[in-house]
């Protein structure tokens, strides 16, 4: 749970870091990678992390506008997306949210947890679905960047 503003925002920074280095890695040609067929594919896990920020912005009483609901064809297109979504989390933390705000309780998705835990969860949920892009990535002969530490290529 995160008690100040400013360690919400170091932290979100550094995740915001390594999924774009992810989302970085995709090609159009192996957006519909899959684990086996009828499963997330890289695409559909790239475009949720672009999306989501605002389902959970909205849990903590923020309004940013999503991504948007058609996934495109082109991995730019979901790197761009994600990048101006990241930003709008970033701003509307810091000129919405105080360290007094984080400690409130609010009624989520998740029952009533404080404005804090629910940030926290938006990273947790961040990283899960980069470490899913990452077996996806190496499955589709796709570079795979060392974002929580070093990779099989050694970046």
């Known amino acids: 749970m995160y008690r100040t503003v400013q360690d919400f925002l170091q932290d979100w920074s550094h995740s915001v870091q390594g999924t774009l280095r992810v989302l970085q890695s ?3 040609e192996k957006l519909g990678q899959a684990i086996v067929e009828g499963h997330n594919t890289l695409g559909w896990l790239g475009w949720h992390l672009a999306n989501a920020p605002a389902f959970f912005m909205k849990q903590v009483g923020l309004s940013i506008d999503p991504a948007g ?3 495109p064809g ?5 790197v761009q997306a994600y990048t101006r979504v990241a930003e709008d989390v970033k701003r509307a933390v810091e000129q919405n949210l ?3 705000k984080l400690a409130e309780a609010i009624e989520t998705f998740a029952g009533v947890v404080p404005r804090g ?3 926290r969860s938006l990273i947790d949920h961040q990283t899960h679905h ?4 990452t077996v996806l990535l190496r499955q589709a002969g796709l570079p795979v960047p060392g974002v929580m530490g070093p990779t ?3 970046n």
């Open 74 to 78: 082109k991995a730019a297109d979901i």
């Open 69 to 71: 609901k058609e996934q």
């Open 26 to 28: 995709l090609t159009d």
């Open 130 to 133: 980069r470490g899913q892009m």
């Open 152 to 154: 099989k290529e050694g």
């Open 117 to 119: 835990a629910m940030l």
């Open 98 to 100: 105080t360290d007094e």
